[in-house]
């Protein structure tokens, strides 16, 4: 049986639909342009990682292993992780309308 969409994500499906709902859930938080830009810039990269999967059937587990692989493989700095935490945090609960709950994701 197919999850339900739920929040902003469940009025469309596509990839392009997909981004313009992350775009427009950040405009009306009245989030900043450079803001947009970076979150959706890590949105891509997340669904990248995990081979283009559809990101309702992402989860906590999954935002882990992108986080783990972001500190141990790829060095990035603590900072450019929480941004990405953040981000990925933000897509999950108010585009998705799925909490994440605890992650233990390997830090940097």
Same mark, same amino acid.
């Given at each position: 049986?197919?999850?339900?969409?739920?929040?902003?994500?469940?009025?469309?499906? /596509?990839? /392009?639909?997909?981004?313009?709902?992350?775009?427009?859930?950040?405009?009306?938080?009245?989030?900043?342009?450079?803001?947009?830009?970076?979150?959706?810039?890590?949105?891509?990269?997340? *669904?990248? $990682?995990?081979?283009?999967?559809?990101?309702?059937?992402?989860?906590?587990?999954?935002?882990?292993? $992108? *986080?783990?692989?972001?500190?141990?493989?790829?060095?990035?700095?603590?900072?450019?992780?929480?941004?990405?935490?953040?981000?990925?945090?933000?897509?999950?609960?108010?585009? *998705?309308?799925?909490?994440?709950?605890? *992650?233990?994701?390997?830090?940097?």
């Amino acid at each position: 049986m197919a999850r339900r969409r739920t929040g902003m994500w469940a009025r469309c499906g /596509s990839t /392009s639909c997909f981004t313009i709902t992350l775009r427009n859930a950040l405009r009306v938080g009245q989030y900043a342009l450079e803001t947009e830009k970076t979150y959706s810039n890590w949105a891509q990269r997340y *669904l990248t $990682f995990h081979r283009g999967r559809r990101a309702e059937d992402l989860g906590g587990r999954e935002v882990e292993q $992108f *986080l783990t692989h972001l500190a141990a493989e790829r060095e990035f700095s603590a900072k450019s992780q929480k941004q990405a935490l953040n981000a990925l945090a933000f897509l999950h609960h108010t585009v *998705l309308g799925v909490e994440l709950g605890p *992650l233990m994701p390997v830090r940097g």
